[in-house]
Each structure stands twice: as C-alpha cells, then as structure tokens.
C-alpha cells in the first residue's frame, strides 16, 4: 500500500477552477493506476477520473468529461486532477486512490489505498 495526501480544495465560485494535488509515498508509484472520487453527502461515492500508471490512459466520466483533467508527475509521485467550469453539484469530499496495477482502474472496490480526502464546495 501507499500512503496518500490531498490537498488543493477549498472555496471557489460556480465557475471557477481548482487543481487537486494527491502526494504519494514510496518508490515504486508508476506500479499504480491512481483515481480520483467524490463522495456527497447522502449520495454513493463515485469516481470522476483515472489514470494508468504510465499515465499514458485516462478516463473521465460524462459527468466531469471536458472540464475535469488527470495527470501524474511519476517523478514527484504526484496526481493531479484540474477541475474547471466548476458547478454546485461538484461539491463533495474528493478522495484520491490507488490500485497496483498499470492500467486504468474505474471501480472502487479495486483501489488499494486512500487518501484521507479533501473538500471541495462550490457556491451558486
């Protein structure tokens, strides 16, 4: 397992953008596909973005297709997920994952590890 630490939310108006950033720990990160998730209150959590470990593939649902974007730096053992065009209904808790495994990973239920998660809320 990896050790995982978001950071990078906060407040933004409708519209608006931020970046989410999910430091890893250990030597071996390109070994792990990485996800983001968000959680709302009441609602399942539900995975917004993935990458493989290259960072060569990526996936992004409807929901969050053209103005969410993954990426990794493999070097700094870090992924990121750029948010823009944000709406009320992105607020949520957003978690960053890891599955140790190469390619992209979109189900919860196979990630390994999580980061403690980080708010987002975007205001109307």
Known sequence: QVQLVESGGG???AGG???????ASGRTFSN???GWFRQAPGLERELVAGISG?????YIPDSAKGRFT???DNAKN???LQMNSLKPEDTAVYYCAAAKTWGVVMTADR???WGQGIQV???S
Request: glycine content about 6%; charged content about 10%.
């Open 78 to 80: 870090t992924v990121y």
């Open 32 to 34: 792990y596909a990485m």
């Open 111 to 113: 990630y390994d590890s």
């Open 54 to 58: 290259s960072g060569g593939a990526t």
């Open 11 to 13: 407040l933004v108006q």
């Open 121 to 123: 809320t975007v205001s």
């Open 70 to 72: 993954i990426s990794r």
């Open 17 to 23: 953008s931020l970046r989410l950033s999910c430091a």
